[in-house]
Structures are given as C-alpha cells and as structure tokens.
C-alpha cells in the first residue's frame, strides 16, 4: 500500500473505490471530503489516482489489499463482466458483512447472482446505478437509484449521501437499482436516436439545427439530456455529453435482454440500440466518441448535409 488515509475517525465505515473515472473521481473525491478513509486502485489512467492520493486517499497495490482495507466497496465498471470479474478477485480478502456497491450500469440478473455469491459467503451486495454527469459528480450532486436490503441500505444511505446529495432513492432490494437504471438509459438514448434522426430530416427538408432548437429549447420537449446532446449538434463541443456510443449499444442490449427475461417485445429499445449499433459498425467506437456524435452518423447514413 502507498499513500496514508485521509479521513477523521468520524466513522467506523472503510471505503474502497474501484473505478475512479469521469464518474468515480468526484464520487471518491466526495467520500474523501465528509471524512471517510478511501483506498483506491489505478487501472489505466493513473491521474485521478494521484489526484486522490494527494487528497489523502491511500492507493492499494491489489484488489485484495483494496478488499482488506474496506468494509464498503463501491464499483464503478463499464459493464457485469468488469463487475464480476472485481467482485472474484475482492471476495478472497473481505472482511466478514462487508458491501460491495455496483455503481455501474450492470444486467439485473447478473447482479441478482453475485448477490447470492456475496450472501453465502456473509457479505452484501447493494446496487446503486447513477443519476448525473461527470460534473455533477465532482459537486456531490448524482442521483443514486438503490437496490438493497433494508438493513443494509439503513448503513449505506449516510455513505451515499457524500456523492448524492438528498437524491439516494431506496427502491427495493438488490437489482432494483440496476433495472430502473437500463429503463432511465432506455429513455436517454431512445431520446438522442430520435433527436439525430430528426435532426437529419431537418436538414434534408431545409430546417437548420438553430432553426429546430428554438423550438424546442424552452419547450415541453426540452429537458437536460437535451440540452447536453445538443452542446454538440450546436457548437460542435465534442464532450458535452461524456457518454460513450459504445456503453450506449451496451446498456440497450442489457434492456434487450432485460425485456426477453419477461418475455415482452422491445421494438423501440431494439431500433434505438440499431441507430447505436450503426454508429459504431461505421467508426464510432473511440473512447472520445461520445452519443452526441450520433448525429454526424445519421447524417451520413441518411445523405443529409447541413442545412
């Protein structure tokens, strides 16, 4: 282990963070300030790592000395098979009650069976996806859609509160947080496919983007998503919306199988996540290619050129 933790002795909770990227480095940052000691790991990008260490985080070598260092462990992973592989590599080394907390956007029934693993083995699992943009998370400001048990959810909600502010939302117990989560991206993402594709027929009829956005800014259609999608549609401000096309097409085939787990039709989730799908099949899988740019390919697919 290198660094020294920082945090008073204001409570008995131990925090390890295992993803602090756009998302988990305010989180972690939060967590540090209200006083809780953190142990983090680097993974690719060692910056928020320093940041956190010279804040008074402590940096674990291992994920097993991350493990015996934490009674809670939050997870901030792209997807299940991250979070299952973390989750084999910490249970060796956990302390007895300890809870791991799925911050990701994870497959309900994923989630449902690592909750089984950690309960036989006497820990816990909590889901609890997020609400909010990187920024946000800098100002303690996400929303955390919660998915625990009601004891467990009693000790977590304080912890919580550091990166999510009053917006900690109890809805049931464990993965109830992560299908909520796929039906808020379910939204989201069903709203930029069809802002891309309305905004290529403008174009293709002689509206221009300015033209489509003061109607609809300050509308009943308006709303955050909206505004952030358009940053770039707008100005051309690439990060306006730092959401990868790729973890588009992954949390809406998650809503796919979510669906087909009840046997229900999913015809719009399905052409969202084809409008998705296209965008990379045609380039769009870099780790800057953020969903905003969906408009660029639909355009290009569609023939249509700015008006």
């Given at each position: 282990?290198?660094?020294?933790?920082?945090?008073?002795?204001?409570?008995q909770e131990r925090i390890g963070f295992v993803g602090v990227g756009l998302m988990?480095?305010?989180?972690?940052?939060?967590?540090?300030?209200?006083?809780?000691?953190?142990?983090?790991?680097?993974?690719?990008?060692?910056?928020?790592?320093?940041?956190?260490?010279a804040l008074g985080a402590t940096e674990a070598d291992s994920l097993a000395d991350l493990a015996a260092a934490s009674t809670i462990v939050h997870i901030c992973?792209?997807?299940?098979?991250?979070?299952?592989?973390?989750v084999d590599a910490?249970?060796?080394?956990?302390a007895p009650g300890a809870v791991i907390v799925d911050c990701s956007t994870s497959q309900p029934d994923s989630t449902l069976a690592l909750a089984a693993r950690l309960r036989d083995a006497g820990f816990h699992m909590a889901d609890a996806p997020l609400g909010g943009?990187?920024?946000?998370?800098?100002?303690?400001?996400?929303?955390?859609?919660?998915?625990?048990?009601?004891?467990?959810?009693?000790r977590l909600k304080p912890v919580l509160e550091t990166w999510a502010g009053t917006r900690v939302i109890h809805l049931g117990p464990t993965g109830t947080g992560h299908k909520l989560k796929l039906l808020n991206n379910f939204l989201s993402l069903g709203y930029g496919a069809m802002y891309a594709e309305a905004l290529a027929l403008a174009a293709k009829v002689g509206i221009t983007t300015e033209q489509f956005d003061s109607v609809i800014r300050g509308s009943r259609m308006d709303?955050?998503?909206?505004?952030?999608?358009?940053?770039?549609?707008?100005?051309?401000?690439?990060?306006s919306h730092k959401f990868t096309l790729t973890n588009a097409v992954k949390d809406l085939r998650y809503v796919e199988a979510?669906?087909?787990?009840?046997?229900?039709?999913?015809?719009?989730?399905?052409?969202?996540?084809?409008?998705?799908?296209?965008a990379l099949a045609m380039g769009g899988d870099g780790p800057e290619d953020y969903v905003p740019?969906?408009?660029?390919?639909?355009?290009?697919?569609?023939?249509?050129?700015?008006?």
């Open positions: 282990m290198r660094g020294e933790n920082g945090g008073s002795d204001m409570t988990g480095h305010g989180m972690a940052k939060n967590l540090l300030a209200a006083g809780y000691p953190l142990t983090v790991i680097a993974h690719n990008n060692r910056a928020p790592v320093d940041d956190l260490v992973a792209p997807g299940s098979p991250q979070v299952e592989a973390i910490l249970m060796p080394s956990l943009t990187p920024i946000q998370a800098e100002e303690g400001m996400l929303s955390a859609m919660v998915g625990a048990d009601d004891e467990v959810f009693t709303c955050g998503f909206y505004q952030t999608f358009m940053g770039y549609a707008l100005t051309g401000q690439r990060d979510m669906a087909d787990s009840v046997n229900m039709p999913n015809p719009v989730g399905n052409a969202a996540k084809n409008s998705y799908a296209m740019l969906l408009v660029d390919y639909v355009a290009e697919r569609s023939g249509a050129k700015k008006a």
